[in-house]
């Protein structure tokens, strides 16, 4: 495919637009599209960090949308909710901030046991232009020190699906402590499970302190100073990289952690920094690299040679193509994306195959013909487009599975391979069986 050098090319509502590309071929469209907002990282945020609570300042939408994303979870002890806005405090009839300070206070009185309230901005908290970040600042003062009050945005408007946790997460880089302390900090939420491991193998490499943002306690907040090299677990953390800089940190370049070969990249890319030798980072790694082989090898075989096309959604579709190329050896049709940040992307971009077409933003109705136009094996997409899709014969794979699995390191490889073989596997069998 031929490489475009410069912009050539914009039209209005639903326009693709050429942008500079590295090797490979970089578009940009707009239009509607058909994405969560980032409201719904509040699901697994809050599983992160258990003494946290999450208020959205919104409508019964934005309650309706985070009780449906978190599904059987309402059921338990909850640590998300929604102070709704009524008509009062749309009209402007009431104080809306006398009110939230009042919902806070009642809250916080029957909760004693949360320390880090986050208030999560919405799409009518922002219309009707709600100050919580001076509402934070004055609950703040009020708490004295008892609970930490945070305000970020996971309004539709400003962000997409995991935008929410990059809003979360850069809000609290202001509060960490400072300190020149040499260390590595994993930014972005992992599996607890995935983050022990991985702790484990940096230790092996050599790297005795490690520490994690977002932490699993949210008071434990971890350091931060010019002796602190990051390594992003997640490549949707814009804002937040960009304040853990301002801070004196040093993000180290490296693809992400998934696939076997990604994440060796990666924790290469921190033995490097802390001078480990080759022959030390072969030992620890090299074994793992073989049993990760042996692991993607049934999963190779069912997906070599088919055609992937990737809908945006998370801002994982570029390293989750990078790995599906080239460890499991699949054909990318299309990888869409909802934002593309290319100093953090480097790395995945140079990985990608030349020409590869990766389009930032959408126009899901354009995209969907050329779906249908390109009638690849498999759509990685939201489970608003996957049946529909499945009912024209074309097998899906939902993305939000993809954020909630275990699916970072060398060891999980296999399983990641698997999230996209089983879909495939199952479309065949059930096209096998119509046919006789
Ligand atoms: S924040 Fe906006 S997009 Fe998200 S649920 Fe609320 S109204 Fe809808």
């Not at 699995?405 to 119509?434: C, K, N, V, Y």
Request: aromatic letters at 4%; charged letters at 25%.
């Amino acid at each position: 495919m031929a490489r475009p050098a410069r912009a050539t090319q914009a039209q209005q509502g639903g326009g693709v637009q050429h942008l500079d590309a590295m090797s490979a071929n970089l578009l940009k469209e707009s239009g509607p599209r058909e994405v969560f907002c980032g409201l719904t990282s509040i699901v697994w945020l809050h599983r992160r960090m258990p003494d946290a609570f999450f208020l959205v300042v919104g409508s019964r939408t934005c309650a309706h949308l985070i009780q449906s994303a978190a599904g059987v979870m309402i059921f338990a002890e909850p640590r998300f909710g929604t102070a709704i806005l009524s008509e009062r405090d749309l009209a402007g009839l009431a104080d809306a901030h006398d009110e939230l300070k009042r919902v806070v206070r009642d809250l916080l009185a029957r909760r004693p046991e949360i320390r880090t309230l986050f208030l999560v901005g919405s799409c009518p908290s922002e219309v009707i232009k709600l100050d919580l970040a001076r509402a934070s600042e004055q609950l703040n003062q009020e708490m004295e020190g008892r609970v930490r009050v945070v305000n970020y945005s996971g309004s539709g408007i400003e962000t997409t699906f995991t935008q929410g946790e990059d809003g979360a997460l850069s809000a609290l880089v202001p509060m960490l402590p400072t300190s020149t302390e040499r260390q590595l900090l994993l930014v972005g939420t992992l599996a607890d499970a995935v983050e022990d491991r991985l702790i484990t193998l940096f230790k092996r490499l050599g790297i005795d302190t490690v520490r994690s943002l977002p932490p699993r306690q949210s008071t434990d907040l971890p350091p931060v100073g010019p002796g602190t090299k990051v390594l992003l677990c997640q490549p949707f953390l814009s804002d937040t990289t960009r304040r853990l800089r301002d801070r004196g940190a040093e993000i180290l370049p490296a693809p992400y952690p998934l696939g076997a070969e990604g994440s060796r990249l990666w924790m290469e890319a921190a033995a490097q920094a802390w001078d480990i030798n080759a022959a030390q980072i072969r030992a620890t790694l090299d074994p793992l690299m073989e049993r990760a082989r042996l692991a993607l090898e049934p999963h190779r075989q069912k997906l070599a040679g088919k055609r992937i096309f990737l809908l945006p959604e998370s801002q994982l579709e570029l390293p989750l193509a990078r790995f599906l190329q080239r460890e499991c050896g699949m054909d990318l049709v299309e990888v869409g994306t909802p934002y593309l940040n290319r100093d953090l992307m480097r790395s995945e971009l140079e990985l990608l195959p030349d020409g590869t077409r990766v389009m930032e933003g959408q126009h899901v109705e354009q995209q969907l013909d050329r779906v249908r136009d390109a009638r690849p094996d498999l759509v990685v997409c939201g489970m608003g487009l996957a049946n529909p899709l499945e009912a024209e014969g074309i097998a899906t794979k939902w993305s939000i599975e993809l954020v909630f699995s275990p699916i970072h390191g060398i060891d999980q490889a296999g399983e990641l391979a698997e999230l996209f073989s089983r879909p495939l596997h199952r479309h065949q069998l059930l096209a096998a069986g119509r046919q006789c």
